[in-house]
């Protein structure tokens, strides 16, 4: 089967390529799944670059998540058989048509989801919920700022504000990206490149917002400090602006807000059992209609490079996908 790979770490992502690999039998515990899609995330070009927390050996094809078709089970297996439709949580190995994992990562694809769309909303939507509702206590009726609104992580955090309550405020560097937010539901749009802190606090009658959403880092953390409520909730979520800020611990002394960081993979591997209901928690939302991805592209796996270049220079509106078929 054909998987694209890394094989040696760069700043320049074109090192993947396609290789032809046998896969053995899944092992006891595990399912071979067909891949019909697999959603490109940004830890996916940080783990190419060798600059995210989790370092794969080499060589490793990316692909944190995906679904697809299981093709056959290990001993053991009982609650999967061949021809179920799965959505599953990879980490690393989902730039590829076939994939050996445990069969306790995959789940049914929620009722009315295409496998591309059941590839994009695992991460996003699960990091948006950890970090709103388990992390962030949001409450209906505060105000919910949103940074980097156009990105997978912001859209599903701009759903779930608005599903919780909350009054959402969403930026973005892109007049044009932010009416597709807009059109989501947002109830305010800010472009940051002419500043926010005081169109925030316009909008929140001085106040500031209650919870910040922050997946971008840099200048936008150094600026979200100077519009955030009394006992406001300051969210990490990433760095995709490439600098990781700094804050005198001042600020939030004086100011009585929190800084929370927020790695909703990492929650579940270290509470399994709250992991499995947040988990739950968004496949129902899914189910039930009230999420679902915005997919701006989808790119054959042998385009797999083409389609990280679109996250990795701001393109993307949304989630980008990798088909199989």
Not at 244 to 255: D, E
Not at 302 to 315: F, G, I, K, P, S
Request: proline residues 6%.
């Amino acid at each position: 089967m054909r998987t694209m790979r890394v094989h040696e770490l760069s700043e320049d992502i074109s090192v993947l390529r396609m290789d032809e690999v046998t896969l053995p039998p899944p092992r006891a515990g595990e399912v071979r799944l067909r891949l019909k899609a697999c959603s490109i995330n940004f830890p996916d070009i940080l783990m190419v670059q060798g600059k995210y927390q989790f370092k794969p050996e080499l060589p490793f094809a990316p692909g944190m998540e995906g679904a697809g078709v299981v093709a056959a089970v290990g001993d053991g297996v009982t609650k999967l058989k061949a021809g179920d439709e799965v959505v599953a949580g990879l980490r690393v190995g989902g730039f590829a048509e076939e994939v050996n994992i445990p069969a306790d990562n995959c789940r049914p694809i929620p009722k009315g989801m295409d496998f591309i769309k059941a590839a994009a909303y695992p991460a996003a939507y699960l990091t948006a919920y950890v970090a709103l509702v388990i992390r962030g206590n949001l409450q209906p009726g505060e105000t919910l700022l949103v940074h980097g609104s156009t990105g997978g992580v912001g859209m599903a955090a701009v759903d779930i504000g608005k599903l919780w309550g909350a009054t959402v405020i969403a930026t973005s560097a892109s007049d044009e990206k932010l009416k597709t937010v807009k059109a989501r539901g947002a109830d305010h749009v800010i472009n940051v490149t002419r500043g926010f802190r005081e169109e925030v606090k316009e909008l929140t009658g001085g106040k500031g917002a209650d919870v910040i959403y922050d997946p971008v880092g840099g200048d936008v953390f150094d600026e979200s400090t100077r519009c955030i409520a009394w006992n406001g909730r300051l969210l990490i979520i990433g760095f995709t602006s490439g600098r990781i800020p700094t804050v005198s611990v001042n600020m939030p002394l004086i100011k009585g807000f929190s800084v929370v960081g927020v790695r909703a993979g990492e929650y579940g591997r270290r509470d399994p059992e709250a992991g499995r209901r947040n988990i739950e928690a968004i496949d129902r939302l899914a189910a039930e209609g009230k999420i679902a991805p915005h997919v701006c592209a989808t790119f054959p796996l042998d385009h797999a490079v083409e389609a990280m270049r679109m996250l990795q220079n701001r393109q993307a509106v949304g989630k980008v996908v990798i088909t199989m078929d």
